[in-house]
């Protein structure tokens, strides 16, 4: 096994963006997948219980951006965060948008949807027994609405959700007219973030035609 180990779900967006700062830096790195009921032991790797978590030759750092610190902390070519404050700062605002408000849409389509939950719950379970996949769907079925219900998103219509959601896509493609990625010619980690949760998207949500009908958006995620 590699001396990097990512502990991780494979639709989990966070821990897309972290394969994506992995791949970055050019490193080397192991997965260990907690499909099914794997995932309590998920929660028995760090003190807050989520994922991602990688493993540093035996230091174990959990939470997508304190590994891309980590990362640009002790592999310094090709930064993760760039060193000019006001780029920095931009990023960082893109990173946690992509936290905080585009993972809520994310999970708002690919759970609150028959279809794409299915589509979720295949990946999710690959390799385990049926009927972990079941108790999986009786879980998420009970934990995503209730989330997203106090988050608010779940208590507009879809139309509406739909509407605000294609809006911030409106607002990306404007502002990648004319450069490569997000902060100018080269990623980083704002584009890491906002891949991580659109790929996941277009992977499981019957969304996917229209996320890639914007010409410079689906440019950029095919550069990404
Ligand atoms: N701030 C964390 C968020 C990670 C996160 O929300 N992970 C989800 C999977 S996408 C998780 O572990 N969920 C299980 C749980 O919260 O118990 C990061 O950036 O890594």
Redesign the pocket.
Same mark, same amino acid.
């Given at each position: 096994m590699s001396a990097i180990v990512l502990h991780q779900?494979e639709m989990? %967006?966070?821990c897309n963006k972290v394969r994506r700062c992995l791949r970055h830096k050019g490193l080397d790195y192991s997965v260990v997948n907690y499909n099914g009921l794997l995932a309590l032991n998920a929660?028995k790797l760090s003190a807050v219980?989520?994922? %991602?978590v990688v493993d540093f030759n035996g230091v174990r750092v959990q939470?997508?951006?304190a590994i891309a610190h980590y990362l640009d902390a002790h592999y310094p070519d090709k930064p993760l965060y760039p060193h000019e404050p006001r780029a920095l700062a931009e990023a960082r605002l893109w990173e946690d948008w992509a936290?905080q408000s585009l993972y809520f849409y994310e999970i708002y389509f690919r759970m609150l949807d028959p279809v794409s939950l299915e589509r979720g719950l295949n990946l999710i379970s690959e390799g385990r027994p049926a009927y972990e996949r079941a108790l999986l769907k009786f879980v998420f079925k009970r934990r995503y609405p209730r989330k997203l219900k106090e988050q608010g998103l779940a208590r507009m219509p879809r139309e509406q959700v739909e509407a605000q959601f294609f809006a911030r896509l409106d607002d990306i493609d404007t502002l990648l007219e004319g450069r490569a990625y997000l902060g100018g010619d080269a990623p980083n980690i704002a584009d890491f973030s906002v891949v991580g949760q659109l790929d996941e998207l277009i992977r499981t949500s019957d969304l996917k035609g229209r996320i890639l009908a914007y010409p410079r958006l689906a440019a950029w995620l095919a550069r990404c």
């Amino acid at each position: 096994m590699s001396a990097i180990v990512l502990h991780q779900w494979e639709m989990s %967006p966070f821990c897309n963006k972290v394969r994506r700062c992995l791949r970055h830096k050019g490193l080397d790195y192991s997965v260990v997948n907690y499909n099914g009921l794997l995932a309590l032991n998920a929660a028995k790797l760090s003190a807050v219980g989520q994922l %991602p978590v990688v493993d540093f030759n035996g230091v174990r750092v959990q939470d997508s951006s304190a590994i891309a610190h980590y990362l640009d902390a002790h592999y310094p070519d090709k930064p993760l965060y760039p060193h000019e404050p006001r780029a920095l700062a931009e990023a960082r605002l893109w990173e946690d948008w992509a936290a905080q408000s585009l993972y809520f849409y994310e999970i708002y389509f690919r759970m609150l949807d028959p279809v794409s939950l299915e589509r979720g719950l295949n990946l999710i379970s690959e390799g385990r027994p049926a009927y972990e996949r079941a108790l999986l769907k009786f879980v998420f079925k009970r934990r995503y609405p209730r989330k997203l219900k106090e988050q608010g998103l779940a208590r507009m219509p879809r139309e509406q959700v739909e509407a605000q959601f294609f809006a911030r896509l409106d607002d990306i493609d404007t502002l990648l007219e004319g450069r490569a990625y997000l902060g100018g010619d080269a990623p980083n980690i704002a584009d890491f973030s906002v891949v991580g949760q659109l790929d996941e998207l277009i992977r499981t949500s019957d969304l996917k035609g229209r996320i890639l009908a914007y010409p410079r958006l689906a440019a950029w995620l095919a550069r990404c």
